[in-house]
Structure formats: structure tokens, C-alpha cells
């Protein structure tokens, strides 16, 4: 369900504030049915993140609420939407995140990064306050999870991974050798991009 909103509503986003704003206003208008259940919705940003639309994706349990991918990114797809934010309530007013939610959002993640529509944050929310993903740096733990990453693009990841350590290998070999021959710090730093600190610590390979 689409949820209206007025021009004054479709504001730039700037932080997790501005979006609990909006979100605890609708809660407390949708509160007055199905009080004692779960509302999870997502909103759609535009590139300067301003809001195209928020979308309610289901009403869950007291809970749990589902929030299957192909519901979530499908209006996201057509509008257009280059990033979303997901929020959904606790009814209890907890706000801690449960392995669900984790979970969820994990899950979503992952689906965001194939679809090009990327996932800022999830909020968790209550009439009287809020949790951010992002603020308390869950987020960030998040994406570094692969448990829903295809196992392709693990494969793709690792060779790159593979390929920045043999290259920063070669550089310290390189800069050894340098090093030995009494060039100076600043020099071997801008031949082979390592830093001043780094050559620095370097031990010389000096010749036979």
C-alpha cells in the first residue's frame, strides 16, 4: 500500500532523524488498527535523496513482520528509486534488533547490490523513538556478511582480493630493493605508491 504524502513530506533526507519524523507520524496514524501488529515499509530516494514514495509492504505479527525482496524492490524498480531505507515497528517499544531483522536486512542487502538500488539503513521504530542500523554501525557489520552473497561473485571477490596482495607484494619487493641501493624515502614512495611510513619500516635488501 502506497501511503500518501504531501509535497512538505517529500523532503531531502539528510539523516536517520529526518526519516523518523515522517515514519513516526504514520505510525501513529496506522496505529489506530492493527496496534498490536508489525508494519514494515520501505522508502524509495531519489539520487540527491530526496523521498519518491513510502511504500507498506506488510502487516506482520506482534513480532514479525515479512518482507520478501521481490515485494520490496518491485516499487523501488518502477519509481525509479536508486536507494531505499527500510523501517519497520516493535510494537512492545524495544527497540533492539532482533536475528530477523539482522537477518532480513542482510538479505536485502545483498538483493539491493544485484538490482542497483542500494540499501541505506534500516530503522526500527516506536511512537516515542527509534533505532538506526547505520548510526550504531550495524550497517556497516552487515555488509561485510556473505551469507547471502552468490557464490560467484565470492569467487570474483577473493580474485581480486588475491590479485591487491600479489601487487602490494611486488611494491614492498621493489621497494626493498631500492631501499638497499640507497635511493631515498620519497622517491621509492612515489615509484611504488607505498607511503613514506611504510618505506620507512621497511627492512633494505641489500646485494651481494
Known sequence: MDIKLTEAQKIKILNSDDIYSIMQRILLREDKIDQNREHFWVIGLENNNRILFIELISLGTVNRALAEPMEVFSLALQKRAVKIILCHNHPTGELTPTEADKDITDRLI?????????????????????????????????????????????????????????????????????????????????????????????????GK
Do not use: C
Request: hydrophobic fraction near 35%.
Open 110 to 206: 545483498q538483493v539491493g547490490i544485484i538490482v542497483n538500488t542500494h540499501v541505506l539503513d534500516h530503522l526500527i521504530i516506536s511512537t516515542k523513538s527509534y533505532l538506526s542500523f547505520k548510526d550504531t554501525g550495524l550497517m556497516d557489520e552487515l555488509l561485510e556478511s556473505t551469507q547471502y552473497v552468490p557464490s560467484y561473485v565470492l569467487e570474483k571477490r577473493f580474485k581480486k582480493e588475491a590479485s591487491e596482495i600479489a601487487k602490494r607484494k611486488e611494491k614492498v619487493e621493489i621497494a626493498r630493493q631500492m631501499k638497499g641501493k640507497g635511493m631515498d624515502v620519497d622517491t621509492i614512495s612515489e615509484i611504488t605508491g607505498l607511503t613514506v611510513e611504510e618505506v620507512q619500516k621497511l627492512r633494505a635488501k641489500r
